[in-house]
């Protein structure tokens, strides 16, 4: 597969430290051209969520440059920065959903930050949410949700915007495989659609179902597999 | 066809019982205010009645050297203060409505017959005594006398009780100060308590105004809560003080009275709501700023 215009993520020559400790990511070149769908694999403390985290902008790297959208982030404003956020879904590991919101208001976050109309998205959310198969748990609070029910809600949040780059760190991991499956077919649509999809899983499963670059990432470097 | 719950939840949870507390604090801080408020207006209020009714009223006293002469020097004295103030009131004192004036300052007993107690002449006036233009006719006709207006009282008065207003402002102005500091801690205890909920807006795309407004809105709500229920038992105490038994001189004495204190206790729940606010929008974008810094 070939891809045309402005990558939709280029990291170069990042390096990331925390704190005065040693590199846990050096030299990484990675660039994700539009439309991609990528797998990132390694062992656990390989760095993978380190570098979703720089690639979804909740980190700053210690060292490179990182463009996103064909924007240098180091030069943008804060308010720059939210705009470009709104852009990227993000599924993480631990799913941070929002305790005391309903299944259905921790789904509608991101168009209700956005500034969207409650009534414009209402029919949006439903429908996402029978996609997931949660709509039946649609009022239910997060505490009262299975590890499998959290992630579907999770993973709903982050597509929910239809964001231009889709970010997912083990998004199936705790889901059976028939709801895995569907997942990634959840997954593909949304890069079918457009987005750029990176995910980051121990899910060998999962990598043979779609065709992708795989990186695997190992003592902080990153090496791409063919698929 | 699914539907969400009818009502938006709000992004931030209640946490009833850390808002309990701050709302008690809000409260007697907004009770204390709303007092010191009432009381400065109430003082206010008694010193310009006090200083109408002075402005009014005046007394002359009339030296006289002996008793023989008390009669004629007062019937002079009355003739130059009727065409002086021909609008006033006068009422002479008898030698012994005179005389007890002085007697709380001279102990028991009768007053001495040859004690020369002055003539006292009390005037009501609608108009100020011409004091100067007075003492030059008196002297003129030969009368020692003494003009009280009672301009160095009321000025006294109106001293102190400017003292008292200006005291009872700062009062409320250091209770705003307070409730300031109280908001901002308790903004940044609220940042810090939903670190968790703030990282999801962020990534949401959230930019520090959107998070600030929950801050501002949760504590503007506080605040004028808070306020409002102060103000309401302030109120009622004045009611008390203005209505119950024994009721004090710097009580309400009229519906217009009661009417203006209550439109400055809403400004001032208003004003609180305010400062809570602003306290909390500033507190939050400065540390949601700090922490992006730090990051």
């Known amino acids: 597969m070939t891809f045309t215009g402005a990558p939709t993520l280029d990291l170069q020559r990042i390096g990331l430290r925390y704190g005065r400790g040693p590199e846990v990511l050096a030299d990484i070149d990675l660039t994700l051209p539009q439309g991609s769908f990528t797998f990132l694999t390694g062992a656990s403390g390989a760095g993978k969520s380190s570098l979703l985290k720089l690639a979804y902008l909740s980190l700053k790297p210690s060292r490179g440059l990182i463009n996103l959208f064909g924007q240098d982030v180091s030069t943008l404003r804060p308010s720059e920065l939210q705009v470009l956020r709104r852009r990227i879904g993000v599924v993480l590991q631990d799913f941070r959903l929002i305790d005391h919101l309903s299944v259905w208001e921790n789904v509608a976050l991101p168009l209700r930050v956005a500034g969207r109309t409650r009534s414009d998205y209402i029919p949006d959310v439903n429908e996402l949410l029978n996609w997931v198969g949660l709509g039946h748990r649609r009022n239910a609070l997060p505490p009262t949700l299975s590890g499998g029910e959290k992630q579907r809600c999770a993973i709903a949040r982050a597509v929910i915007a239809k964001p231009d780059l889709l970010i997912a760190d083990e998004p199936t991991g705790n889901v059976d495989p028939e709801i895995g499956a569907r997942l990634l077919r959840l997954f593909a649509e949304m890069n079918r659609l457009g987005a750029t999809v990176l995910i980051a899983t121990h899910d060998v499963n999962l990598i043979e179902e779609v065709t992708a670059r795989t990186f695997h990432l190992q003592d902080g470097q990153l090496r791409e597999h063919r698929t | ?295």
């Open chain 2, 1 to 295: 066809m699914i539907e969400p719950l009818a009502n938006q939840q709000p992004l931030l949870p209640a946490r009833p019982e850390q808002g309990r507390a701050l709302l008690l604090v809000l409260f007697v801080m907004a009770f204390l205010a709303a007092l010191a408020l009432l009381f400065a207006r109430g003082a206010d209020r008694l010193s310009d009645r006090w200083t109408a009714q002075l402005s009014q009223s005046s007394t002359v006293q009339i030296l006289i050297p002996n008793e023989a002469a008390r009669a004629p020097q007062m019937a002079a004295a009355q003739d130059l203060l009727q065409a002086a103030v021909p609008r006033g009131t006068m009422t002479p004192l008898t030698r012994a409505e005179a005389g007890a004036l002085i007697k709380p300052w001279l102990g028991g007993g009768d007053l001495p017959d040859d004690l020369p107690v002055p003539g006292v002449i009390q005037i009501d006036s609608p108009i100020k005594l011409p004091v100067e233009t007075l003492e030059r006719q008196f002297a003129d006709a030969g009368l020692t006398t003494v003009i009280d207006d009672h301009s160095r009282f009321s000025g006294q008065l109106k001293q102190t009780v400017g003292r008292l207003v200006l005291l009872g402002s700062a009062l409320v102005g250091l209770i705003g100060l307070a409730a300031t500091a109280v908001s901002m801690f308790a903004t940044r205890a609220g940042l810090a308590a939903q670190r968790d909920i703030i990282h999801v807006l962020v990534q949401a795309g959230a930019t520090d105004g959107f998070i600030a407004r929950l801050f501002v809105g949760q504590a503007t709500r506080r605040g004028l809560v808070g306020a409002g229920l102060g103000a309401i038992a302030a109120l009622f105490i004045w009611i008390v003080i203005s209505f119950g038994p024994g009721q004090g001189s710097v009580g309400w004495r009229g519906l217009g009275d009661g009417i203006i204190d209550m439109i400055a206790l809403a400004a001032l729940s208003f004003a609180f709501g305010l400062i809570c606010a602003l306290a909390a929008g500033w507190a939050s974008l400065r540390q949601l700023r700090d922490e992006r810094r730090r990051a």
